[in-house]
């Protein structure tokens, strides 16, 4: 199938590029951005143990990223003193996800199925439009995107450390594939998240096929 290479698409190529990262050709995990929410200003020291090969991260990782939370979600990294909105990395695995649960969407109901089923998991308009920002210019052009949420696999993929603990965990990660028709697919329930006390959420995406 043939498909436009958006201008959204190459200005992301070009920013990884210029702040050190190594774009590949195969499928990767993609923008995962952790969103941390302290209930009061707090220093958190966050660590990641990926069964594959970081590409990149925003700020750079060295030993994990150290830095201050704020409740509003701003950060402070701690190394350089400069301020972030969330911690960002991107790796390359041979994992393989299951797809026999998830939705069949037509490339033009995209965004409103994503926002629809982000918010229904628990995610603020602010992070689920960032989410959308990111992944819509190469989904909307499909005929159709079977979508899934994997988050058994994606936890053990990429084991997440956050000290001090937080109380409540989201971690929502897409796989998709773009197809040509359509296909009949079992959804899966979903359960809301909760936000109590210290907060961290995480979303990310890879495309397979």
């Known amino acids: 199938m043939k498909r436009t290479v958006s201008v959204f698409v190459l200005l992301a190529l070009l920013l990884t590029i210029s702040v050190g990262c190594t774009p590949l050709d195969e ?3 993609e923008k995962p951005v952790i969103y941390l929410y302290p209930e009061r200003e707090t220093e958190v020291f966050v660590t990641l143990d990926y069964r594959g090969e970081l590409l990149c991260t925003w700020p750079p990782y060295g030993d994990g990223w150290h830095v201050m939370a704020r409740p ?3 950060l402070t990294d701690l190394r350089d003193g400069q301020e972030y909105s969330y911690l960002f990395w991107e790796g390359a695995s041979d ?3 299951d797809m026999s649960l998830g939705y069949c969407v037509r490339g033009e ?3 409103a199925f994503l926002r ?3 918010s229904a998991m628990g995610l603020t308009p602010r992070e689920y439009n960032e989410f959308i920002v990111y992944w819509l210019p190469r989904m909307q052009g499909n005929a159709y995107n079977l ?3 994997r988050r058994e696999e994606y936890e053990a993929l990429a084991p997440l450390t956050v000290t001090p603990t937080p109380d409540s965990v989201l971690r929502v990660f897409m796989v998709y594939e773009a197809l040509d028709a359509p296909v009949e697919i079992e ?3 979903i359960t809301p998240f909760v936000r109590e006390g210290f907060t961290v959420v995480e979303w ?3 495309e397979i096929g």
């Open 95 to 97: 994992v393989t996800y």
């Open 72 to 74: 509003d979600g701003t």
């Open 204 to 206: 990310g995406g890879t």
């Open 116 to 118: 629809e089923t982000l």
């Open 187 to 189: 959804a899966p329930e």
């Open 147 to 149: 979508i899934t949420f």
């Open 109 to 111: 109901e995209t965004a």
């Open 27 to 29: 499928p990767v995990d």
